[in-house]
């Protein structure tokens, strides 16, 4: 498989923030930017491999700044570094409100997918090389936060087993 660029995949999303976007503060909802970073590193990902991606992690979202109602939202996405089946992409959104031309950057976030078969099995993704200081920046800690997403995960894990699928309901009453 050929090598691409990260440019290769810059993908580059605008929406108009509605009041059915926000909360009562007036905000957009987490969770709505959520779905947007994670629309947009799916598209990213998606150009890269050429292939169905799915998501296997996301990494600490921080919100920045607050998204209000009326102001635009624009997130641009990027692969940073690959692994054999797996892409890191670099999201990043600024909000700007359309009238004073004020923008912020109001999130930031490192997105993990996973290119798939049509089984739904891993299948190998290209490599990608920076070309600017910002990619070659990005691309140098990506190793790094691999390995702090396997730490992650395999915590993840250990809580799953831990905590398993019961409710504390679901279990016998002590009758002492």
Same mark, same amino acid.
């Given at each position: 498989?050929?090598?691409?660029?990260?440019?290769?995949?810059?993908?580059?999303?605008?929406?108009?923030?509605?009041?059915?976007?926000?909360?009562?503060?007036?905000?957009?909802?987490?969770?709505?930017?959520? *779905?947007?970073?994670?629309? @947009? %590193?799916?598209?990213?990902?998606?150009?890269?491999?050429?292939? /169905?991606? !799915?998501?296997?992690? #996301?990494?600490?979202?921080?919100?920045?700044?607050?998204?209000?109602?009326?102001?635009?939202?624009?997130?641009?996405?990027?692969?940073?570094?690959?692994?054999?089946?797996?892409?890191?992409?670099?999201?990043?959104?600024?909000?700007?409100?359309?009238?004073?031309?004020?923008?912020?950057?109001?999130?930031? *976030?490192?997105?993990?997918? @996973? %290119?798939?078969?049509?089984?739904?099995?891993?299948?190998?993704? /290209?490599? !990608?090389?920076?070309? #600017?200081?910002?990619?070659?920046?990005?691309?140098?800690?990506?190793?790094?936060?691999?390995?702090?997403?396997?730490?992650?995960?395999?915590?993840?894990?250990?809580?799953?087993?831990?905590?398993?699928?019961?409710?504390?309901?679901?279990?016998?009453?002590?009758?002492?």
């Amino acid at each position: 498989m050929e090598a691409k660029p990260c440019l290769y995949s810059l993908t580059v999303k605008n929406s108009h923030v509605l009041p059915p976007d926000t909360n009562s503060h007036g905000t957009l909802f987490g969770g709505k930017l959520m *779905a947007y970073l994670d629309d @947009v %590193a799916a598209i990213a990902a998606t150009r890269h491999a050429r292939m /169905p991606v !799915v998501t296997a992690s #996301t990494d600490s979202v921080d919100f920045l700044a607050p998204v209000k109602s009326g102001h635009t939202i624009c997130l641009e996405a990027f692969v940073t570094w690959t692994h054999h089946t797996s892409m890191e992409i670099f999201v990043k959104a600024i909000t700007e409100n359309l009238l004073t031309g004020e923008r912020k950057v109001c999130t930031t *976030a490192f997105m993990t997918m @996973v %290119a798939v078969n049509e089984s739904g099995k891993p299948v190998e993704v /290209p490599s !990608v090389y920076p070309e #600017t200081d910002q990619e070659k920046w990005l691309h140098e800690g990506g190793p790094k936060r691999a390995e702090h997403r396997k730490e992650r995960r395999a915590h993840s894990k250990e809580l799953a087993e831990r905590f398993g699928t019961y409710f504390p309901w679901d279990t016998p009453l002590n009758e002492s």
